[in-house]
Structure formats: structure tokens, C-alpha cells
């Protein structure tokens, strides 16, 4: 059995929810782990982003949202709402809010994305999919995408692949 790492590096500009295709980066993945048969793991280390498997939409916001993924994101803010507001939500607290101001020179304002937090949850930070003669079963119009739901700032990610099998 063998096991391959690999890492993709995104950027995410100040903007509402941000989405990368990194489909191409998966398939790159299983070519460079000579793998033919086993799973891809796909996995964000960031707790306000979220990886999913969605048909591509092709048509996009004037911004460049997918329509899909926009919908997605227009009913994950009726679940969800945005976070506008200090006190909206119980979190930031005073003690979290000090941590990131004092020991890490963030701005305070930075924290007021537990909404990004939520939805993060809801939607999961890693998806598995199965890999048979060295291709990924999406089906016929599944794309693989890394969500960035925290705008508050400029962000550099990390898309995380694990390929194991044989």
C-alpha cells in the first residue's frame, strides 16, 4: 500500500465567500502518487473553510461565483446569518477577543466570523472519494471545491490531498 501527500496553496482575496476549483489539483495528486486503485482524501486545516463535491455551474455572479455555489450560499445565510455585529453571536468572546488582539496583533473586527465558523461545520472540512484505475469517481459533472467562507481579511489556505492504495 502506498500513501501520497500533497499540498495545493490558495488565495483568497477581502471578499464575501470565496471559492477555488481544485479539481485539476486532485487529479494531479493521484497522477503524481502512481496510485490506480485506493481513496483521495481531500481536507482544509482551517476551521471557517469547508471542501464539497458540486456539479460546475458554469454561469457566475458578476463577482465570479458559480450560480450553484452562490445558492448554496444564499441559503447557508438564512441558516447561518452573516455575522454584522459584535453580540450577534455568543462568540467572539472577551477572553478570545483578547488572545487575538494581544497575542497575535490581529484586529478585533477579524474575529467577528463565526457565521464562516458554522458553515464551516455544516458542510465538513474534508471529503473521501474513491479512485479506480488512477481516475476520481466525481460522476459526470462533480467538481471538487475549497470553500473560504471568513472575508474578513486577505487569506493564503492550503488544500490538503492524501492518496492511498496501490
Same mark, same amino acid.
Given at each position: ?20 476549483? /481544485? ?15 485506493? /481513496? ?14 458540486q456539479e460546475e455551474s ?24 452573516t455575522c454584522r455585529h ?22 478585533? +473586527? +477579524? ?32 467538481? /471538487? ?18 492518496? /492511498?492504495?496501490?
Amino acid at each position: 500500500m502506498t500513501v501520497h501527500h500533497a499540498v495545493e496553496a490558495l488565495h483568497f482575496p477581502l471578499h464575501k465567500p470565496g471559492f477555488a476549483d /481544485i479539481t485539476a489539483a486532485a487529479n494531479a495528486a493521484i497522477t503524481a502518487s502512481g496510485i490506480g486503485s485506493g /481513496i483521495l482524501t481531500v481536507y482544509s486545516q482551517h476551521t471557517t473553510c469547508a471542501v464539497l463535491i458540486q456539479e460546475e455551474s458554469m454561469d457566475q455572479t458578476l463577482d465570479g461565483v458559480e450560480f450553484l455555489l452562490q445558492d448554496m450560499v444564499n441559503y447557508l445565510t438564512t441558516l447561518v446569518p452573516t455575522c454584522r455585529h459584535e453580540g450577534q453571536y455568543l462568540h467572539p468572546g472577551p477572553k478570545h477577543l483578547e488572545y487575538a488582539t494581544t497575542d497575535l496583533g490581529e484586529e478585533g +473586527w +477579524w474575529s467577528l466570523n463565526t457565521d464562516a465558523h458554522l458553515r464551516s461545520v455544516l458542510l465538513g472540512r474534508s471529503q473521501t472519494i474513491p479512485v479506480i484505475d488512477g481516475k476520481l469517481e466525481l460522476g459526470e459533472f462533480g467538481r /471538487i471545491y475549497f470553500a473560504d467562507f471568513d472575508g474578513m481579511r486577505e487569506r493564503d489556505r492550503k488544500a490538503r490531498f492524501t492518496v /492511498i492504495g496501490e
